[in-house]
């Protein structure tokens, strides 16, 4: 399907030139000859999808791990050896941690399907001459589009004719969080950003009032809708860090382990072993060097910080994305709802020549009025009153309670008058019931005002409320100090001057006023209504930000991250926000979409890291922003609501879709749902993802530090000519069994108190870094020793023979590997200073393992599986001494450390 043709600026073409360019009329539309044609030119209205990856696609995904078919091909070598119990735990391992990846990622890629949902099922077009309802498929360039309120706009559309009150909700495409009033008129300049063309209606959007006619002149991935679709698809998804490091992990281990068996088969060739008994050396080393759980217990513990956010109202799509969150630098918010409250909230009211403040956050009608910091009652203040009145009499919203919460039917900025209204006391119900409406001139673009015509006693009042600016023009008197009186030239110049006053706030500022007349007016029309007015007061408004963000934002410098806010409104709005949120630092540039494109690539280069507010951006403002943070290195998390994020949101290391007011395709596109809209959540779940980080290490270096003693084990025993001292199905035991309990268990270590005080981990950190493996290093030689010392002491000085022999080297080296994962707890505190049941769910690890090991040692059917044999009481006493010391000898390591400071790991 063609794109439309660029050269075509259609905001800056009149209707007649814009029907001209699609051999069109501006009354009777297309012919359906004429139609029937561009069908086949343009192609059908509709998004076109990509392949989606089948149920089957996504399983077959979870083996892609180098690790895991190292672990297949051990399994294959054990069955080729004839150690079938071996091949099928391996294998049953394999599969588990299929299962649980497949149930957590199986999210098929449904952005284009809900982008489908967007779209008008059918559409209301004039052709032939006639209105006809024809499947929103069909549309073509060139047709002319019937709209009205509750209408969804079927493509991209020029309008050519409206009532003074159309507007469309726009949200979902360019982040405007209000209706947007449309124009029939041509506008001047080339360059006006998607927000701004208010002579166009967009694919995607709906008709929140009125009514127009617009001439198609977009249709499919042609639409801006569309444009959104293909950068989509032309993203790629991205391995995290985690998949990266387990990827790189995994190789290290594999070539550490193929060196080892290289080395034990060379050593036992040149002593002249025998074959057979060489190779089943070399395959037990290899299992002993082979983490087989690892991979399981990554995905298990993944899943269970999965279960811990939700109770944070972050909901994990994409399992990996729970340690990315972790690593974030970079925050990257929309403000509208996620920084704010998205409840505008009036803030001020200046009347009766004084500038009261209002208390109280959002729609409740809770807080006061204040005058030099001191509460006053409003009844007290005529104009007060007569402001209020103004703003409740011209409004069409409504304020509907349950279970005590408040929220707004109607539009936002009404409603935040409706609730200034109620905490003076006054009643909605009420004044209308003495004043009922008469009639309505509706808002309209081009004269910034709304006026209501309301029956009061035997005349008539005319309340009116609009831009300052403009609504001043049209006042010839004032209200204040309880009586009205002529306006004067300096009473002009100060209200103008308290206007610009609160507007450099950031607040929107609506100006109040009536007119009384003492019969029904002639003429109802806003030329002849909205003239000689009689000026009230002003009020001002905004969407204040969250209260828990400020300490959030707050939380993200502590720790590092740099906050971003990326917003669809105003730059003096979005600036003002910033500060009121201590987000902006010294020295810091916030940029408009105008001032953005104006930057050469190299010169926005250079700036990125000092910008932190984006005003009036694009959704392909977005994903440079996106891809030039991470052009630096840095780990994003980027935040969207509507269609006009969804590009970013993919883009981003991490996409955080809002759940509340957020789109479907947003959601479908992102790594983690943020349930209540909170940026303050987005920062809870950073500092889990950091817990979860913190825990993995955690039982990677138990689980290395195990492994490295199985293999100094067999390779000490190997290098002193003596016996094998552990057989494969013993080892494999400690490393799927006995391990991986302890494991899971440190997994649910409670987060470090001073989490959110260390920058962020760099992306290219090694999960296992020199000092952490010099330390590993220490703890497997010592466990290794401990097993080795009780194997030799029960074959050599006891004569016990090598089963028994066996059994307490196995019995050592697992209750020492249990004892160890209480010193895996934290590398600088003890175990006693941490709390021996802080984390009660490794205590019961701890006890269940133990348990299982007792049972290979005293069940007989699993002593003919495992060739064990029963322990006299001597040997009890021998293996508790030897296991329990590499307990106490890391206690006595961390009491130096603090004395001695010799090394330092999280």
């Known amino acids: 399907m063609p794109d439309k043709e660029p050269a075509l600026k259609f905001w800056m073409m009149t209707p007649e030139e814009v029907a001209a360019a699609y051999n069109s009329d501006l009354k009777h539309g297309l012919s359906s000859e004429q139609a029937a044609a561009s069908l086949e030119k343009y192609g059908p209205n509709q998004l076109q999808e990509a392949p989606s990856r089948s149920p089957l696609a996504v399983f077959f995904d979870q083996f892609k791990s180098f690790l895991i078919w190292v672990l297949i091909g051990a399994a294959i070598v054990s069955g080729f050896l004839g150690e079938w119990v071996d091949a099928l735990a391996i294998i ?24 489908k949902k967007m779209a008008a099922p059918m559409a209301r077009v004039i052709r032939d001459g006639e209105l006809k309802q024809v499947p929103a498929r069909e549309i073509v360039p060139g047709d002319l589009l019937e709209l009205e309120a509750g209408d969804h706009v079927a493509a991209d559309a020029r309008v050519v004719y409206h009532t003074t009150n159309f507007a469309v909700h726009e949200a979902a495409l360019t982040g405007e969080s209000t209706p947007v009033f449309k124009t029939g008129a041509v506008l001047e300049g080339e360059d006006i950003p998607l927000a701004d063309r208010a002579n166009l209606v967009y694919a995607g959007t709906s ?73 089943l050396t070399a395959v037990s080393l290899a299992v002993a060097a082979i983490p087989e759980g690892l991979p399981a217990v990554v995905t298990i513990a993944l899943a269970l910080g999965v279960q811990r956010m939700v109770k944070r109202h972050a909901l994990i799509r994409k399992l990996p994305s729970v340690e990315t969150l972790g690593a974030a630098t970079v925050i990257c918010s929309d403000k509208t709802g996620t920084l704010t409250r998205n409840e505008m909230t009036v803030k001020a009211v200046y009347a009766d020549g004084r500038l009261f403040t209002v208390s109280g956050i959002g729609y409740q009608p809770e807080g006061e009025f204040l005058l030099d910091d001191r509460p006053v009652r409003p009844a007290e203040f005529p104009g007060l009153l007569r402001t209020l009145t103004c703003g409740t009499l011209c409004n069409s919203a409504r304020l509907a309670e349950n279970q005590g919460r408040y929220r707004i039917v109607g539009d936002p900025t009404e409603g935040a008058l409706l609730t200034l209204a109620a905490k003076a006391g006054l009643s909605l119900e009420e004044l209308e019931k003495a004043e009922p409406l008469v009639e309505e001139i509706p808002f309209d673009s081009e004269r910034k005002m709304m006026t209501m015509l309301r029956k009061s006693g035997h005349g008539f009042v005319a309340y009116v409320k609009g831009a300052p600016d403009i609504l001043l023009k049209n006042c010839s008197r004032i209200f204040e100090g309880g009586q009205e009186r002529p306006i004067t030239p300096q009473d002009l110049d100060r209200l103008l001057q308290v206007n610009d006053s609160l507007a450099r706030q950031a607040l929107r500022v609506l100006g109040c006023a009536y007119r009384k007349f003492s019969s029904f007016p002639e003429k109802l029309e806003a030329t002849a209504i ?66 953005f494109d104006s930057l050469k690539p190299e010169e926005y280069r250079e700036k990125v890291d000092k910008i932190q507010v984006y005003a009036r951006v694009s959704p392909e403002h977005k994903l440079r922003i996106v891809r030039a943070w991470k052009d630096r290195g840095e780990v994003v998390a980027m935040t969207g609501d509507g269609v006009n994020d969804a590009p970013a949101v993919k883009e981003a290391d991490i ?96 987060p470090d108190p001073e989490i959110m005080s260390r920058p962020p981990r760099q992306p290219g950190e090694p999960i296992i870094d020199r000092r952490r493996a010099g330390l590993m290093s220490i703890q497997g030689i010592f466990m290794a020793a401990c097993a080795l010392v009780a194997f030799s002491y029960v074959l050599f000085v006891e004569n016990e023979g090598i089963e028994r022999a066996r059994t307490a080297a196995f019995i050592v080296l697992s209750v020492s590997q249990l004892f160890h994962a209480f010193n895996c707890r934290s590398q600088m505190k003890s175990v006693f200073e941490l709390g021996l049941f802080s984390n009660l769910k490794l205590v019961y690890a701890f006890l269940v393992s133990l348990s299982l090991q007792l049972s290979v040692v005293y069940v007989p059917s699993f002593q003919k599986i495992f060739k064990t044999q029963n322990l006299t009481l001597f040997d009890w006493g021998l293996v508790v001494v030897l296991s329990s010391l590499s307990l106490w000898g890391m206690e006595i390591v961390k009491w130096l450390n603090k004395k001695l400071r010799f090394y330092r790991v999280y």
């Open 92 to 115: 049953a391992i394999v599969i588990l941690n299929a299962v649980l990846g497949f149930v957590q990622e199986f999210r098929a890629e449904k952005s284009l399907a809900a982008l």
């Open 207 to 279: 008709v929140s009032s009125g009514k127009a006619r617009a001439m198609v002149v977009a249709t499919g991935m042609s639409t801006e809708l569309g444009q959104i679709a293909r950068m989509i698809q032309e993203i790629s998804l991205e391995t995290t860090p985690l998949q990266r490091k387990l990827e790189q992990f995994g190789r290290w281990i594999v070539y550490l382990c193929f060196g080892l068996v290289g080395l034990i088969f060379l050593l036992e060739w040149l002593r002249g072993g025998e074959l057979v008994q060489i190779f």
């Open 530 to 595: 909205e003239k000689e007015l009689v000026f009230a007061g002003l009020v001002a408004m905004i969407d204040p930000p969250r209260p828990e963000v400020i300490k959030a934002i707050a939380d993200c410098k502590r720790a590092g991250i740099k906050p971003v806010m990326i917003t669809g409104d105003h730059k003096v709005t979005a600036v003002a926000i910033a500060r009121e949120l201590g987000m902006l630092d010294e020295g810091a540039l916030a940029l408009s979409g105008e001032e």
């Open 655 to 750: 996409g955080v879709a809002m759940g509340i007011t957020g789109t479907d395709v947003t959601k479908e596109v992102s790594d983690m749902v943020v349930t209540d809209d909170n940026f303050a959540s987005i920062v809870a779940a950073v500092e889990e993802g950091r817990a979860i980080y913190d825990n993995i290490k955690k039982f990677v270096h138990y689980l290395l530090s195990c492994n490295l003693a199985e293999i100094m084990v067999m390779f000490t025993a190997s290098l002193l000519g003596w016996p094998v001292p552990l057989l494969p199905i013993q080892i494999l035991w400690v490393n799927l069994v006995t391990d991986s309990f302890p494991a899971l268990g440190l997994g649910f270590d409670p």
